[in-house]
Structure formats: structure tokens, C-alpha cells
């Protein structure tokens, strides 16, 4: 798309719709997306949430009547209207060159001439999870393969029926996908299914622009995206460390860049305010202070006692970042939540839908509880690092509540210890969700082990390069019109460049 006279919204929506096709058990078009667009030429950074809402439908009164005692995992009750085909062509229209129907035409292509299965989907397609799914749910196996078929290294999987809906949505726009022909075709598969989802719900959902959050971080500012995703959790995180950064720096140098003890304590600080503030903003505002100086400050200063009880995430999600020439910059990232969402694909559309719901609660708790039209919990952290040029790096990762761990780790490794992106990228990391155990490659240092140990902290050892710890996309740039590309080998992750 760049080689085409695009600029990087235009390969972003392209490289996201074919990432659609390429890993349909991570993302597509029934599902979510949150991303973060840096206009050079204003020098501003825009939030873009294209989360769906929750169906008019889903009351805690419903749910309970069904029996549920909480939200299905899968299922039909476990959707919210998918938002991330509006967010396609509204940041088009905002601020792409190209028409939707040329950015979607790499996807159509895709999805016609099959994708080449590669390593990571050949062992989810054979493994326990897919088993069980396509158990529950038999036309994800009309769609996608019986578990027990023969599949190797390289088959193709061919997507006719989703080509059809992408060609639709191409003539169409997004008015087929939510009012239109695709929307018909959905609801009749939906209403089947059971699912909540409604006529009105489906062309009620916008795509929302805003401010992003921000926070000073050694000279530079990191941007995320606000709630209702985690986002505050990696400004937190990095706020932390800058208020922090003189008295720390009269200690003896952390082995890698990091002092794993100091890490815990910033993380269960970052977090706990994550788990109260990263709900619908309808709902619940910010504190207007909460990333000052002097707020976090105090916050560095406080023991955080006990984690906050987070929802269940999901690690497979899709993301991307790019970068053009005028320096315009985008990290994007879309999602189903978990693998296939809610296994409800559309046999008329070929569209997998997701399963975001699930994380809210069925009590009458004002932020937490479960409302009509409110935006679920969002996971998905998009991150832009601007500093006195303008963007100075675009990154992004998958890995649920691991996100916003997993981006700070990166940017302290290149905006602190002054190490290449792709060094940074592939240094050890750790990772804690809840309570007193702490994820940690073995690779890590034995000091990050031997501090948190006498912490109270016991450390699960994950391997020498764990899935589990994200899968890193970033682009750094080293001087005013020189930039350098870096992806994770944890995961199926690529960074490609482009010469002038």
C-alpha cells in the first residue's frame, strides 16, 4: 500500500484487514479495535475506540433468568456488537488517501487464494482448544477444518464465503456491514444462534475519536489509549519510572535495565488503579491529576497491599504498526478476545464474532455491572512514543494483561539502556497477573529470580521464549528520516521497511 502512494493509515487498515483473513482465529471482522494515530503534520496524537457496545438486550435481569450466574465464556450471550469494520473506514475517511475498497482488496485476494497455514495456527488448528470448540460450535469446523483432518505446514485455507462479505463490504462500506446486505445476512444468523444482538444495536455503533492519555517518560511522552481499554496501565507504568528514575538511579545498576522488585511494586500500583478506572468513561471519569508529577509521586510512595481482582483476558490478538515517509505513524490492534471469540461464525458471512462481553459481571456494581450500551473491558493497549521530532516509535503487542507489561519493558530497554529495537524486543522478560507468582523466562537474570524469591514471590519459569510474554511489533526511529523496524520472535510477528 506505502509502494502504492499510500500513506501508513491506509496500509494500516489494509495490513488490518488482511491480518483478518491471515489469522481469522485472533481477529476479523466481528470482533473489536483500539488504535492510536500520530498526525505529523498537527503533531498530534488521536485515540481511535472501535469497540462495539453491549446489546440493549444484556441486562443482568436476562441473564439471570437464562440461569447464568455469569457471562457464557462462548456463545451467543458472550457478544458485544463488533466494532472494528466502522473504525476501518472511519480513520479512512479522517485521514486515509486510499478508498476502503482498495484496501481490502489484498484480503479479498487472500481470502480467495487461501492463506498458508505457518507453524503457530498449524499447532492451534491440531491442538486442545480448536478440538473443543469445534466440538461445541460444528460450523467453525464447516469453515475452518474438522480438528482430526489431515493438516500440514503450508496447506491453504481457503476462505470463499468471508471473499464474498469482504467484496460486499468493499462496494458497500461500512453501511452494508451495519445497516445493509451483510448486516441482513449477520442478524439471521445471529438471531438463530441466540445472540443478543440486534438491528438497532448493529446501526447504532460509532467509531469514537479522542484524546489519548500521556505521560512524560525521560524526555520523551508515551501515549495509550484511554479507557476502556488498559491503556492507563502502560502510562502508569511509565510515569512511574520517570518520577522515580533519580533516587533509583543512586542504586547499582538492575542486570537488563530492570529492577525486578521495583517492577512488582510499580505494577501492582499501575494496576490496582487500572482495575477501578479502565471501565466504560460514560460510567467513570479519570481523576484529572492522576498522571501529575506530584500524583504519581504519592502513588510511588504507597504500598499496594493485595491485587484487585482482574477480569479473565484473552492473549490472541492481532496487531500491527506502521510508519510512512511524512512520519505519520499508527499502532493498531484488533481482537476476537480469544481464540475464534464466541465460536459463532456466520454461515451466510463467513464472520467469526467475539466474545468481549464475557468479561463484564452480572451485579449492579456502577463501573463493573453489566448495562446496556455499555463498552466492555479492553485489554488491547496501543502505544505511540512522541518526542521532540515527532513520533519517535510506534509499538504494540498482543498478550491480554500482559500488554501493557510487556510494551514498557521494551521502551526502558530502548529509551533508558539505549539498545537497538530488536535487541530490546528479544531481551528476557517477565510477566505477573494475580497474586504472589511471577512469570519469567529463563534467560532472565538470576538476580530478577533471587530478588523477587526474597520478595515472596515465587517465579514460574516459562521457557526461553514464551508466547506468553507478547509478541512485540515497533518502530524506532534512530535520526530525523531514518527508522528501524523490529518484531518478536516469540510469535508469528514480521517487520518489513521501504526505501525512499
Known sequence: MLRQGGNAMDAAVAAAATLAVAIPHMNGLGGD????????????????????????????AHYRGLGHEAIPRRGPLSMSVPGVVRAWENCLLRWGSKSLHACLEPAIELAEEGVPIDQAQLEFLTGPVYAELASDFAPLADFFGAPAATRRLGMRLF?????????????????CFYEG????????DLRAAGALISERDLAGHATEFGESLAVSYHGRTVHAAPPNSQG??????????????????????????????????AKRSAF????????????????????SRESLSRL???????????QAGGGDTSTLVVVDSAGNAVSWVQSLFEEFG??????????????????????????????????????????????????????????????????????????VDAIPIQDAIERPRLRHDLGEVVMMEDRAPASWRDDLQASGYSIRDVGSWSRLMGGVNAVHRLSEDVWSAGADPRRSSYAVTRGR
Open 33 to 60: 479495535a483500539i488504535a492510536l494515530y500520530y498526525d505529523a503534520s498537527a503533531n498530534k496524537v488521536t485515540a481511535i475506540n472501535g469497540s462495539g457496545r453491549a446489546p440493549a438486550a444484556a441486562t443482568v
Open 159 to 175: 476462505q470463499p464465503l468471508l471473499s464474498r462479505t469482504l467484496r460486499a463490504l468493499a462496494e458497500g462500506g461500512a453501511a
Open 181 to 188: 446486505a451483510i448486516a441482513e445476512a449477520l442478524l439471521l
Open 232 to 265: 492507563v496501565a502502560l502510562v502508569l507504568l511509565a510515569g512511574l519510572d520517570d518520577v522515580t528514575a533519580s533516587r533509583r538511579g543512586k542504586a547499582p545498576p538492575a542486570e537488563l535495565g530492570l529492577d525486578a522488585t521495583w517492577y512488582m511494586r
Open 272 to 291: 490496582e488503579l487500572r482495575d477501578r478506572h479502565a471501565v466504560d468513561p460514560a460510567r467513570s471519569r479519570l481523576p484529572p491529576d492522576l498522571l
Open 300 to 310: 510511588a510512595g504507597r504500598e499496594v497491599v493485595a491485587d484487585a481482582e482482574a
Open 342 to 415: 464466541s465460536g459463532i461464525v456466520s454461515e451466510r458471512t463467513g464472520i467469526v464474532l467475539h466474545n468481549r462481553l464475557h468479561l463484564e459481571q452480572l451485579n449492579d456494581d456502577p463501573s463493573r455491572g453489566l448495562r446496556p450500551g455499555m463498552r466492555p473491558f479492553h485489554t488491547l493497549c496501543p502505544a505511540l512514543v512522541v518526542g521532540r521530532r515527532g513520533c519517535d516509535m510506534a509499538i504494540a503487542t498482543p498478550g491480554d494483561h500482559g500488554q501493557p507489561q510487556t510494551i514498557y519493558q521494551v521502551l526502558r530497554h530502548v529509551f
